[in-house]
């Protein structure tokens, strides 16, 4: 009987890592819209993914800790949108990108950049 029960919960927990994550879902999106050169509202995004505004802002929140990605959510005014009533204030739109690595390794050494290393370094001459 035992037995049986973890078999079950081995296949439902495989079966469950095959739907995507509200996050990778998210994720997914921004990142496609950021490679296309788009910025997309909360709004916009829930209704592209069918997640909830506040559910969306909460999850850019988590992808731009280091366990979930360490992305650099970037955020701006919306310009040239009229403002309805119903919406106060302005209106945000996001973008996903990649952090860029500070320590990267150089290919000529195995030593990685001091942090305070000009951007551009060239290779040494011979």
Same mark, same amino acid.
């Given at each position: 009987?035992?037995? *049986?029960?973890?078999?079950?919960?081995?296949?439902?927990?495989?079966?469950?890592?095959?739907?995507?994550?509200? +996050?990778?879902?998210?994720?997914?999106?921004?990142?496609?819209?950021?490679?296309?050169?788009?910025?997309?509202? %909360? +709004?916009?995004?829930?209704? $592209?993914?069918?997640?909830?505004?506040?559910? *969306?802002?909460?999850?850019? $929140?988590?992808?731009?800790?280091? $366990?979930?990605? =360490?992305? @650099?959510?970037?955020? $701006?005014?919306?310009?040239? @949108? @009229?403002?309805?009533?119903?919406?106060?204030?302005?209106?945000?739109?996001?973008?996903?990108?990649?952090?860029?690595? @500070?320590?990267?390794?150089?290919?000529?050494?195995?030593?990685? %950049?001091?942090? =305070?290393?000009?951007?551009?370094?060239?290779?040494?001459?011979?």
């Amino acid at each position: 009987m035992r037995r *049986i029960r973890l078999q079950e919960s081995k296949k439902a927990r495989s079966a469950k890592s095959l739907v995507p994550s509200q +996050r990778e879902v998210l994720r997914d999106v921004l990142l496609s819209a950021t490679q296309h050169g788009s910025w997309l509202t %909360l +709004r916009e995004l829930a209704q $592209r993914t069918q997640f909830g505004e506040a559910s *969306i802002s909460t999850q850019l $929140r988590h992808l731009r800790k280091p $366990r979930y990605g =360490n992305y @650099v959510v970037e955020k $701006r005014v919306r310009r040239g @949108v @009229v403002v309805t009533d119903v919406e106060h204030g302005a209106t945000w739109e996001y973008r996903l990108m990649p952090r860029v690595r @500070v320590g990267a390794q150089r290919k000529w050494t195995s030593k990685a %950049l001091p942090c =305070n290393a000009p951007a551009a370094m060239t290779a040494p001459s011979c």
